[in-house]
C-alpha cells in the first residue's frame, strides 16, 4: 500500500509539462514519477484515430491469414507467400502499438 508522500519543488513550466506529460501516457503524475524512477517502460495513450487504425489493420492481418489458408495445398504465382509476407508486416507493425 502507498501511503508515503514525496515533495519537491518545481517551476511552473516544469510543472505544466509534468503534468502534460502524464496526462499524454493515460496515468498520474505520481505513476510518471515512479515510471521514470524506476526506469519502466512509459508510452502515450492512444488517440480515438490510432485505434480505429489498430483496429482496421487487426482485420487486413486476420484477412490476409485466411486468405493465405486457402492455398496451404499449393503455391498459386507465389500469392501465398505475399499475404504471408503482408500479414507478418502488420502485425510486427501492430506490435509497435502495445
Known sequence: MK???IKFRVSKLENLIIKKKALDSGITVS???R??????KLSS???SEEVECYQLLSKFS???RRISNLFKLGDV?????ETL???KEIRAHLAKFK
Request: no cysteine.
Open 85 to 87: 509476407e503482408a500479414s
Open 62 to 64: 486476420d484477412n490476409f
Open 77 to 81: 504465382d507465389g500469392f501465398k507467400r
Open 45 to 47: 495513450k492512444l488517440t
Open 31 to 33: 505513476e510518471l514519477m
Open 35 to 40: 515510471g521514470l524512477v524506476f526506469n519502466y
Open 3 to 5: 501511503k508515503d508522500i
